[in-house]
T-cell receptor
């Protein structure tokens, strides 16, 4: 597609449930990033994929968070046993191999009740 | 630490220049960015500068980079009401991790 696509755009879940958030990067982009933006806050780095290299998971806040990137394209961020503090907008971004421009999706608004 | 630092708020009069400042963390960062986020919207890349440059100008926007002090600034000339937004500074580290600041909320006074 023309831009970074994220789904769902909104997700409401109950505390303790697992959720999966999806990101479709721009075709041909080898780098993919996940960020979290809590209400009124900045962007918190979560995880970064580059090509076939091992991902940089240094920003994942706990072992309840994991992410995969299949076939070097689509990525799924999974949050297990969701907590209320997980409520935030989860943003995905991608860039080409040179990486000087990062393009963002519209985000998934996650609400944990 | 890994914190990119920005002041939280800036208020300027319409027509004046706005200057948003940022301090980043890694002297070997390759690219420095400015993103804009309008209410209810996603992040839009405004401009970026490669680390071997001191200045970049793009219409009303001027980016200044001081590598010695790890300081980045964004100047918006002739600030308009449409410039009201949150502005995020970001750095691309050597390992390609891109770290964002907490954003500066720019408000415009009539």
């Amino acid at each position: 597609g023309a831009g970074v696509s994220q789904s769902p755009s909104n997700k409401v879940t109950e505390k303790g449930k697992d959720v999966e958030l999806r990101c479709d990067p721009i075709s041909g982009h080898t780098a993919l990033y996940w960020y979290r933006q809590s209400l009124g806050q900045g962007l918190e780095f979560l995880i970064y994929f580059q090509g076939n290299s091992a991902p940089d998971k240094s920003g994942l806040p706990s072992d309840r968070f994991s992410a995969e990137r299949t076939g070097g394209s689509v990525s799924t961020l999974t949050i297990q046993r969701t907590q209320q503090e997980d409520s935030a907008v989860y943003l995905c971004a991608s860039s080409s191999g040179r990486g000087e421009k990062l393009f963002f999706g519209s985000g998934t608004q996650l609400s944990v009740l | 630490g890994e914190d990119v630092e920005q002041s939280l708020f800036l208020s300027v009069r319409e027509g004046d220049s706005s200057v948003i400042n940022c301090t980043y963390t890694d002297s070997s960062s390759t690219y420095l960015y400015w993103y804009k986020q309008e209410p209810g919207a996603g992040l839009q890349l405004l401009t970026y500068i490669f680390s071997n440059m001191d200045m970049k100008q793009d219409q009303r926007l001027t980016v200044l980079l001081n590598k010695k002090d790890k300081h980045l600034s964004l100047r918006i000339a002739d600030t308009q009401t449409g410039d009201s937004a949150i502005y995020f500074c970001a750095e691309r580290k050597r390992d390609s991790k891109i770290i964002f600041g907490s954003g500066t909320r720019l408000s415009i006074r009539p």
